[in-house]
Nanobody, 120 residues
């Protein structure tokens, strides 16, 4: 099994910054990608940022230029640096670790989420 745990959420004023961390532990053979998702009250969960084992990153349009995802492979840890935060960034942020076992079998491991609140 793989355990995923996030940290670093909190309350910040608009324009401020936060850094979230996500660590994967347990029976890890390889993790192919790690992602950050967020879900605001009354809204669907959305993909915020992705980083693959090769270092390829992808971002939601709403956070491009403000958020940066980075990964420490040796520690199986991914970071989300969030700058120029806006009230609309308020959400529960969750981390997912993905293992691609075969062309048809994928395993996803989720953390419990961390609250980010941006005040105006």
């Amino acid at each position: 099994q793989v355990q995923v745990a996030e940290s670093g959420g909190g309350l910040v004023q608009a324009g401020g910054s936060l850094r979230l961390s996500c660590s994967a532990s347990g029976h890890i053979v390889s993790i192919d990608a790690m992602d950050w998702y967020r879900q605001a009250p009354g809204k669907q969960r959305e993909l915020v940022a992705t980083i693959t084992s090769g270092g390829t990153t992808n971002y939601a349009d709403s956070v491009k230029g403000r958020f940066t995802i980075a990964r420490d492979k040796a520690k199986n840890t991914v970071y989300l640096q969030m700058n120029s935060l806006k009230p609309e960034d308020t959400a529960v942020y969750s981390c997912r670790a993905r293992r691609v076992l075969t062309t048809t079998e994928i395993r996803d491991y989720w953390g419990q989420g961390t609250q980010v609140t941006v005040s105006s």
